[in-house]
């Protein structure tokens, strides 16, 4: 009696033992989850950005004055690194005084829609204290419409003090200005519906940003 006591007893705990391990056997367990790495963010350029224009005279070199103008020189930068100013031609000019261009219209053999050409958007005036001096580059804008600029823009080569506060400059020459000068003196169409407009092509072979 005692043994068959004692047979049931070790019986029950080996099918209890049994039953124990199957349960531990059949116990899942979640993937552990990858740890993300993120990537690294691209590093800022370091210095001043300058704009670098290689037009048929030569070259220009124009400092972007971001602390000015934040929205236009970021909208300059943006135009150069797709390659809207390729090719685009210096379509006004003014002997000794101002040199214009960015008009996407220049590309085309019509020189009367030459002035009338944007990006199809606009930016607001972002006007300053800065004077209309020799070496300024301001934006250009539709009359009575400070906040009509898109990609035009002029180089100015003397004092304009009519202009003060009416334009936003966003940069200054620092080198070639000489090759503004030369370009504002191109000859002119006798033609009066196209003042001012010089009947040499003068266009921007390139155009880059630098930073220095």
């Known amino acids: 009696m005692r043994t068959r006591y004692l047979l049931c007893v070790i019986f029950s705990a080996l099918i209890w033992s049994i039953g124990c391990g199957s349960s531990e056997q059949k116990e899942t367990r979640a993937p552990a989850q990858k740890e993300t790495v993120k990537a690294p963010e691209p590093a800022k350029p370091q210095g001043q950005p300058h704009a670098v224009l290689e037009t048929d005279k030569g070259a220009i070199v124009i400092r972007l004055l971001p602390d000015l103008a934040p929205r236009t020189v970021e909208n300059f930068e943006k ?44 930016l607001s005036a972002e006007f300053s204290s800065r004077k209309f001096e020799r070496g300024v580059v301001a934006m250009a804008h539709h009359e009575g419409d400070p906040d009509s600029a898109s990609s035009q823009f002029f180089v100015v080569l003397q004092r304009m003090p009519n202009w003060d506060g009416q334009y936003t400059i966003f940069g200054e020459v620092t080198e070639g200005l000489d090759v503004a000068d030369k370009i504002s003196k191109a000859p002119l169409s006798k033609n009066p519906r196209l003042r001012n407009w010089p009947v040499e092509n003068i266009r921007i072979q390139s155009a880059r940003v630098e930073y220095k």
């Open 79 to 122: 135009l150069i690194n797709a390659g809207f100013y390729y090719k685009t031609k210096f379509h006004r000019v003014m002997a000794g005084k101002m040199i214009q261009g960015g008009d996407p219209n220049t590309k085309d053999n019509d020189p009367y829609n030459d002035g009338q050409g944007n990006t199809g958007n606009y």
